[in-house]
């Protein structure tokens, strides 16, 4: 009976906390890809319900959203690509995830039917969709006539209406990516990926023929047209020696912006990175990398200060303007529909969050648009020039469509009604020391019953990517969106929760993000591993016997780590399809990556493993993984085990058949999840 009262006592939380069931904070609806009609002052954006997936809609002046399809089952069919016809009457979107390399469609539900992705059309006033042809990628014509959109590399096009079966635009070596149509409607820019080089090439519809701009050996990228279709700017990367993933990467032989005339082909370079800080592109979070504005400027992100800033070189070339002055990052931009602005979200002045701002390519001085401590992405005006849409959220508000009224009054389109708000905590900005003495941000969440004196157990949580940065609430990543929740009930089960960006992340510069030695170079970020839970330690109101770690892909990675390297110092951990040896995990992205052709950094990428260090793997962990990811491969955590299995280390295995890496089915999100705090109140809790 004693030992039942102790599970009990487990069980439930201590009467002063503030509790709440984690499936209802994960039950939050959570919104992605904004986007404003080119007239009628409406905006589309799409909700993932509790894994049910659909187009919402709203109108100005009243803005009173409107479900637009009728999808109604957590079948982990994902939508995206949204696009607006011309007039506003019709949406097109992409039902269906990408193949992996053996062509197969994400199937989490095993369904014997196998899914398809598909390009689909919807009128705005309601409907059923139609199904427009297989693919992804569309783009509808300026005249509205047709949508065109990728199909196995090749470009397709049928009517906007679906009246006519899809055909091939033309056909083309190598894969397209990057359409972009001509002001007129008349012609198709694409950018034409051969493999170890790209070109430009645009396709007349009127006498069907195919140009290709300025061709080389480089990889020409990101094609943009001039308001006027007689100029087509892009980027181009220079030839280079395989560049491997996961490791620093500070220069390279400088980008460049080259304009080429259409009729011609001919092109001239009118700007070109300087060597060293800036020499290596970095893109924002957005389809569009460069815009051609109504004024006749280039407007390109550039990380000259070794910060990523938007800056500014008239087309003809010429003296290059900062836009966006400071040591902050700026992360999506949009244009403006009048081509005289853009609108960008950035961490300017408020390191740990996102707002948005107004920046003039003329004028710079960015004008912020949504001071306080929300979180804000995804700016879109609308087409009165004047009113913004939006997704944001908050420490305590999951995240929801809105819109910035013209008077600058901010408003939900979805309120997120019966939500437990008030039992979360605000998290706090913290500095932590690694084992090297390196300075490495964090968030630190305390229980809402917190006293000085009480000892509560404490967990770490890292982020995946590694190329990302937890804020001070919600994130903008359903995945992070979905961990910030996690955070959040473990502190309301009395835990203290420390979050780490640690080093390789972004949102802090270029050298933090390209740290030495980080990754398969030399697992640098192990120092920050052993920096927070030191920190914990050393906090009177940690239990210091009862520290664990959690998180998943990269943050698996850096769980393992710490599990097989400093066992006496963690005592638990969850593991979610994390990469334990950095060899095989190059290879699920450059597939024909031979170790033995570079043995040194083979060498020091094993090194860098878990896998290498597994010996000294001692604490328990949860280890969870679907067999279809196209990211971490199964086999990572197959050999893991195994390895596991022979030290005898205690360890749980939840495997999802069928599944991805960012899982697509909510019930395997609630099921991981709650597992993962289980876990945790079993290990640390007596």
Do not use: C
């Amino acid at each position: 009976m004693r030992s039942l009262i102790a599970v009990l006592l487990l069980a439930a939380p201590t009467a002063a906390a503030q509790t709440f069931p984690l499936d209802a904070v994960l039950a939050a609806p959570f919104p992605s890809e904004i986007l404003a009609a080119p007239k009628s002052n409406r905006v589309a954006w799409i909700v993932n319900a509790k894994g049910v997936r659909n187009i919402w809609v709203a109108e100005g002046p009243s803005f009173t959203p409107r479900q637009l399809t009728k999808y109604s089952v957590d079948d982990g069919q994902e939508i995206g690509s949204l696009a607006w016809s011309p007039d506003a009457s019709t949406l097109v979107f992409v039902r269906g995830g990408a193949a992996n390399r053996s062509g197969e469609i994400p199937n989490p539900t095993s369904d014997p039917v196998p899914p398809d992705q598909a390009v689909w059309s919807i009128p705005y006033a309601g409907g059923e969709p139609k199904k427009i042809g297989e693919g992804s990628s569309p783009e509808v014509s300026p005249k509205g006539d047709r949508v065109v959109w990728s199909s196995r590399g090749q470009l397709m096009a049928a009517p906007l209406d679906g009246s006519a079966r899809p055909a091939a635009l033309f056909r083309m070596r190598g894969a397209a990516a990057g359409m972009n149509w001509s002001p007129d409607g008349s012609r198709i820019a694409v950018a034409s990926n051969r493999g170890d080089h790209s070109f430009i090439a645009v396709y007349d519809l009127n006498a069907k023929s195919v140009r290709f701009l300025d061709p080389g050996v480089d990889r020409d990228t990101a094609p943009v047209w001039s308001p006027d279709g007689k100029q087509i700017a892009f980027l181009r990367m220079p030839a280079e020696q395989r560049v491997l993933p996961f490791g620093p990467r500070r220069s390279a032989a400088p980008w460049s912006i080259r304009v080429a005339d259409v009729e011609s082909g001919k092109a001239q370079e009118i700007w070109r990175a300087q060597p060293n800080h800036g020499s290596v592109f970095q893109n924002l979070v957005a389809a569009q990398q460069m815009w051609w504005t109504a004024s006749g400027k280039i407007v390109f992100p550039w990380e000259r200060t070794g910060w990523k800033l938007l800056y500014a070189v008239p087309a003809r070339g010429g003296e290059t303007a900062l836009l966006t002055p400071g040591k902050f990052e700026v992360e999506y931009a949009s244009l403006t529909p009048d081509a005289k602005a853009l609108l960008i979200n950035s961490n300017q002045d408020d390191i740990d969050r996102r707002h948005l701002w107004r920046v003039s390519p003329d004028s710079g001085s960015p004008e912020l648009l949504t001071p306080g401590k929300g979180i804000e992405w995804a700016p879109t005006m609308l087409s009165d020039g004047q009113t913004i849409a939006f997704l944001r959220s908050d420490a305590r508000t999951p995240a929801h469509a809105a819109i910035r009224m013209p008077n600058g009054e901010v408003k939900a389109l979805m309120p997120v009604e019966g939500f437990p708000s008030k039992a979360f905590v605000e998290p706090q900005a913290v500095m932590i020391s690694a084992a090297d003495g390196m300075q490495i941000p964090a968030q630190l969440f305390l229980p809402a019953n917190h006293r000085p004196g009480q000892k509560h157990p404490a967990v770490v949580f890292f982020h995946g990517g590694s190329r990302r940065q937890m804020l001070l609430g919600y994130h903008y990543g359903s995945y992070y969106h979905n961990a910030y929740s996690l955070n959040q009930f473990l502190a309301s089960r009395g835990y203290i929760v420390l979050s780490v960006n640690y080093r390789s992340g972004t949102g802090y510069g270029m050298e933090f993000r390209e740290a030495l030695n980080y990754g398969a170079t030399g697992a640098s970020e192990y120092q920050d591993v052993i920096g927070a839970g030191l920190y914990l330690r050393g906090r009177p109101d940690v239990e210091p016997n009862k520290i664990g770690l959690w998180g998943g892909s990269y943050g698996g990675y850096l769980t393992a780590m710490g599990l097989s390297r400093a066992s006496d110092l963690f005592a638990a951990g969850v593991d979610i399809h994390g990469v334990h040896e950095w060899n095989a995990g190059i290879r699920t992205f450059v597939p024909d990556y031979n170790p033995r052709e570079s043995a040194d950094s083979a060498r020091v990428a094993y090194e860098s493993s878990p896998i290498a260090t597994v010996n000294g793997w001692r604490s328990p962990v949860l280890l969870i993984h679907g067999d279809d990811d196209r990211n971490v491969a199964f086999s990572q955590t197959v050999r893991l085990v195994e390895e596991l299995r022979r030290l005898k280390v205690e360890h749980e295995i939840i495997v999802f058949p069928d599944e991805v890496h960012s899982f697509l089915l909510h019930r395997n999100w609630v099921t991981a999840l709650q597992a993962t705090a289980n876990f945790f109140d079993r290990k640390l809790k007596n």
